[in-house]
Structure formats: C-alpha cells, structure tokens
C-alpha cells in the first residue's frame, strides 16, 4: 500500500509525466564542476543518490547561461557546447530511476559573486553581495536574451527531460521585473510590460531554439518582500501571461538578497511559509503551478496538493538532508526519516561563503561518489561509545550500520547532550527531531543505551569492548574577572539555565555573544526578563549561519534585549558591571542574575581509564575540540566508517 496517495500520484507537465509530485528544488550547491565549470562524477552522484531515493521531478541548481551571470564559482557552465558531454553523462547515469531530470537556466545579474556583475541598472544588491554592477546596453541585453536559449538548446541536446527558467530570488530576470533594481527609461524599464519584456523576449527565443514539445517551466517570486519589489499583483498577472506564451509550468517562491522574508528561511519560519503564494498563482492559470517554502514533512505535503494549493510541492534542504525521504515516506517509514533542521548552515551559509555545499545532519553530502553502496565492516566488533549526545549518537549509528555490536552508556537519564537543551530554546524545537531521528535508527538496530550509567572500570570489564568512541561533551568554562565571584548576584551557566537547575531573577546580565548567548537571552526574554547581552567580540554568534542568525536577531529586537559588542569587562559590582563597548565606558546597574555562556571546555576525564590499557579510544565531538555540531557530525560518522 502506497502512503500519501496524493504526493505519491502522476503528473503531467506539458509533454513530460513524472511518477510523483514531489520536486527535488534547484540549489547551488557549489561543487562537482572541473576548472572549465563542467559537471563531473562528484555532481552526478550527488543527484543519482537523490533519483535512487524516489523523487518525481530533479532540478540540477546554478546552470549559468553566460560567463556574467555565474552565482558561485563552483556551479554549471551552459554557455558553450563543450558542456553538452558531462551533461550528457549526467543525464545517462541519472536515466535509470525514473526520475524527471531538469536544468535550471539561470543568470545571478548583481547577487553573482564576482566583480564583472551586470544588470539593468547600476544598483548594489540590498545584501550579501557587494559592489555596484554595471548597466546593461540594449546589445547587450540581446545577447543575454540568445544565452538562455542557446543554453536550453544544450540541455535539450544533452537530453534533461525539462528546463526551468530561474526569474525569481532578486537574480537578474527578477533584476528586470522589480522596480526597485530597474530604473531605466528605454523599452526595458518603467512600466509593468516593459519590466517583463526581457523575460518574455528570453521564453521566446528559447521556445524558437528547442521547439514547441520540449517542456519549459518558470521560478517566479510571488513576492519579493522589499520596499518597491516586486509583489503578488504583479505575480499574477504575469502569471496568465506567462501560460499564454507556453510555459508548462509556475514554480512560486519569493524573497531576495535583503529582503524580509527570506527566500531560504530557517527553523525559525513556520513550515509552508509561500504556498499562500502559490495558491494565489494556482487560481489565475490552469498549468500546473509548484509551491515550495519550509515545506520538509510529507504529510503536508501531501495535504498541500490534496487541497489543491498546489500541484506539485518543492523540497530542497530535506532532500539534502535525507535523499531516500521520498521512499521511506511511500513506505510509511516516517520515523527513519533523516530530518532538515532549518539551520541553513551547511546548504546555505557555506555556499555563500563560496565553499562547497554540506548538511549538519548528512556529512555524506558531496562525498557520494566516494563512497561505497555496501560498506559492511570486515568483522564485527563490540564498540563501547560514552556519551550520548548527537556526535556519540551518530557514531553508534554508522557503526551498528557497519555491522559491529555497539553499546552506548550515557551518565545522564536521557540522550541528546547540549542539543537536547538548544531544542528547549523558542523556535528551535526542531533540534529534537534530529535527537529524535538517532534514538529510532539505534532502537532499529538494536543498540543498548544505559542511561544514569557513567564508565567506570566495572562498566568497562562487563562491556569488554574491542575499541572505545568517548563523545563526553563539554561545559561552560568559567572565566576569571575582577569581582566575578565577590558580586552578589546569582552567577551560573547558560546549561544551568536550560537545564533548570538554576533560576534567572528579573534583570540579568549575559557575558557571552555566543549562539548559546543569544539563545539563552531570547529564553530569558520570553520569560519576561530583563536582559543585556556583553560580548567581547566584534560580532554576535559568528558559528550560526547568516540565515538563521538573522531570525534570531530579529526576535531579540523584539524581546527589548539590549546587545554591547566589543564588550571588556572591568570589574563586576554588587549589582552590576562596569565596562567598556567600543571604546566607551558603560555602567549597568541593578541586576540580579550573571549567565555564563562564552567559551567551552571539553570533558574527557574519562580517557584516564583507557590510559594503561591496549584498547584504542577516539575522542570526539565537543570531548576532542568544541565546534559546531556540522563538524562534529561528520567526525563522529567518519569514525563510525573507519572502525
């Protein structure tokens, strides 16, 4: 029996039928180009892993159709025939699953990362990117216009089944169509059909270029949500428009560089953040319209399209995170399904930072094709792992999956470590379900945890193991200064806090602009407190990624909490502290509580009991180095790979 009869249903797309309604969104992701951005084995494996999880529809992310419009420097060329052979292999290795498989066309305009930019007039993009582009001649313009057919040409030669025309996210066809980032006077700027001039002119040539059969789809911003972009009125009526020059398809998101809601949003965001968007779009035009936004649990999916918001749903970021989701969702697995948190930490923050794309709770992202389909252990041995926060969860895991006898022992009476507490924070619940993820895939396969047991000598000669994993963690570390400890206010750490075993007063003062600080401040904010935030650096929780800080920001604003940065602490006073921010002197007075909450320290006393015998012992995870928990994921699953 098929799960979600509505997801899980055929659907045709002009010319095209898929299998399901669920689209593996485009993403720059940032890798598996060679030095002349032709794909290579890395990017194909990273969408045949995805085609073998089961999706309808696959969009390959970031197809440049020129040498100006390139988004990221690792992303596909589509601008001479010499990309046709990799694309062409792509599309043989991918033909085998089932799976429609598409490119995106796509030109970045300003939000490209280099300094040749160019768009319709010469305005910076509102974020991110930097640097004034400059402004397109009608010549120009024209042969842009030819790029992105002569690109759809390849990808037709190189035999994708569909194409989608990127117009949406404030890249250039965006560029044109917002009043914001177009202010020219000729044939191309002003009124509604001259904005979308260039973005018609551009459907037509590639309809002349690929003809009339081959299936052609379009991303659009439904809303741009930035003073004088482009909104829903205009979506809509683009919309029809756009039907009647023979796209196949809408694809409805929004959002752009600066913009207020942002197009990738983080866990912050309620889940189907744009379908009223595409909803809206659905009700103008009779093609199948594609609703994407924070949507990563099938049952809305398949809700969405039951209802008849939309025809097709969109996920990107859940199908990095678990690329057989659509498998185990046709199955009814839903709890071995490998959840998005929303960080936006590895598929966002580290492409913008122009490094290659990654997944917090998937380290396999981008190493697909170094890794093999059976990869079983040689023989099974008993592992002992310590500690049962997430790094010693997903090592446990990849061992027992490896075929060794694993058993955990954590001293505490639940799994889960530092993330357990982050899941108590508002709007960051969905740290659980990745605690929560690992507790079901050690119960599948039947790995003891001990909870309330810590190691011993005695636990260690009952296990008997043959190697040791210790992820024992870390704790706050208590810094020294000037009346810290004579003060007569409470004093403890951002885990006494979360855990509650100690209690904040009305006014505190948090020293630490860490994640964990600004956390723990918007805990206590919630809670009605008053609260002040001194961090000793230039910038606040410089480990999350921008998307995510942002939402967090943004909820501090409105919890009335008050952040000094450059902060140096002179002394602590009965009620109070006396420092100076950016060069000037402040005094804060009247407060009752101090949270701890900057730098941390790994506990691996435990090492101790390993010292003088012969069994091997890895440290990991927070235990080896504090980091985020993006590196000590990865860390923890290659140990359980090398063991």
């Known amino acids: 029996m098929s799960h ?36 290579t084995d890395q990017l194909t494996q990273y969408f045949v892993t995805r085609a073998k999880g089961g999706a309808g529809m696959m969009l390959v992310g970031g197809g440049g159709v020129h040498p100006t419009g390139l988004e990221l420097p690792k992303l596909p060329a589509l601008w001479d025939d010499g990309c046709i052979p990799g694309l062409k292999k792509m599309t043989d290795a991918m033909r085998p699953y089932g799976a429609k498989f598409g490119m995106q066309l796509m030109h970045g305009g300003r939000q490209s990362y280099h300094d040749q930019k160019v768009a319709p007039s010469p305005i910076p993009a509102p974020a991110v990117v930097k640097g004034v582009p400059k402004e397109l001649t009608i010549p120009e313009i024209r042969e842009l216009v030819a790029s992105f057919g002569d690109a759809a040409r390849r990808c037709r030669d190189a035999a994708f089944d569909f194409v989608e025309i990127h117009a949406a996210h404030g890249y250039l066809i965006n560029q044109f169509l917002a009043p914001n980032s177009n202010k020219r006077t000729d044939e191309y700027g002003g009124s509604f059909e001259n904005r979308t001039r260039f973005l018609l002119e551009l459907l037509r040539d590639i309809r002349e270029k690929i003809g009339p059969d081959f299936p052609v789809g379009l991303r659009i911003n439904g809303n741009d949500y930035i003073e004088d972009g482009w909104g829903l009125e205009e979506a809509l009526k683009l919309a029809v428009i756009l039907e009647k020059e023979g796209a196949d398809y809408l694809h409805i998101s929004a959002g752009v560089y600066g913009s207020t809601e942002l197009t990738i949003p983080s866990m912050y965001v309620k889940h189907g953040c744009f379908v009223h968007l595409a909803e809206a779009v659905k009700k103008t035009v009779s093609i199948p319209v594609i609703t994407v936004g924070r949507i990563k649990s099938p049952e809305m999916a398949d809700r969405i399209i039951k209802e008849g918001r939309a025809d097709v749903v969109s996920m990107g970021r859940s199908l990095i995170a678990d690329p057989e989701l659509p498998n185990k969702a046709k199955a009814g697995e839903l709890n071995r399904i490998r959840p998005c948190v929303g960080c936006c930490l590895g598929c966002i923050h580290a492409v913008l930072q122009r490094e290659p794309g990654a997944c917090v709770v998937n380290p396999d992202v981008g190493r697909e094709y170094l890794l093999r389909d059976d990869d079983r252990a040689e023989r099974s041995k008993k592992i002992l792992v310590v500690g049962a926060g997430p ?49 079901n ?203």
């Open 4 to 39: 979600f009869k509505h997801l899980f249903s055929p659907v045709t797309i002009g010319t095209m039928t898929a299998q399901n309604r669920l689209l593996m969104s485009a993403m720059s992701i940032n890798f598996g180009v060679d030095d002349d951005n032709y794909v």
């Open 391 to 439: 790094a010693g969860l997903a090592a446990a895991r990849m061992a027992a999956l490896r075929g060794h006898n694993v058993v955990v022992c954590e001293e505490q009476g639940h799994i889960g470590g530092l993330a357990r507490l982050a899941a108590r924070v508002p709007g960051r619940s969905e740290v659980g379900d990745m605690l929560r993820f690992f507790k």
């Open 441 to 643: 895939e050690l119960d599948r396969l039947k790995v003891e945890i001990r909870l309330n047991v810590g190691l011993t000598e005695e636990i260690i000669r009952s296990v008997d193991p043959e190697e040791v994993i210790l992820a024992t963690g870390s704790l706050p570390e208590m810094p020294i200064i000037r009346g810290l400890f004579q003060s007569g206010m409470t004093l403890c750490t951002v885990t006494d806090i979360m855990e509650g075993s100690a209690f904040a007063g009305d006014r505190v003062i948090v020293l630490g602009g860490t994640q964990a600080g600004l956390m723990v401040a918007d805990y206590l904010a919630e809670k009605g407190k008053e609260v002040v935030v001194l961090n000793r650096k230039r910038h606040f929780a410089e480990e999350m990624s921008s998307n995510d800080r942002f939402y967090l920001r943004e909820r501090l604003k409105k919890g009335n909490v008050k952040l000094y940065k450059q902060a140096s602490v002179k002394k602590f006073l009965s009620d109070g502290v006396l420092f100076t921010s950016r060069g000037e002197e402040v005094q804060l007075d009247g407060f009752d509580t101090i949270v701890i909450s900057e730098k941390m320290s790994p506990i691996r006393q435990a090492a101790e009991l390993f010292k003088d015998g012969d069994i091997p012992v890895h440290i990991i995870g927070d235990a080896k180095s504090p980091r985020i928990i993006m590196h000590a994921l990865s860390e923890a699953e290659e140990i359980g790979r090398d063991i």
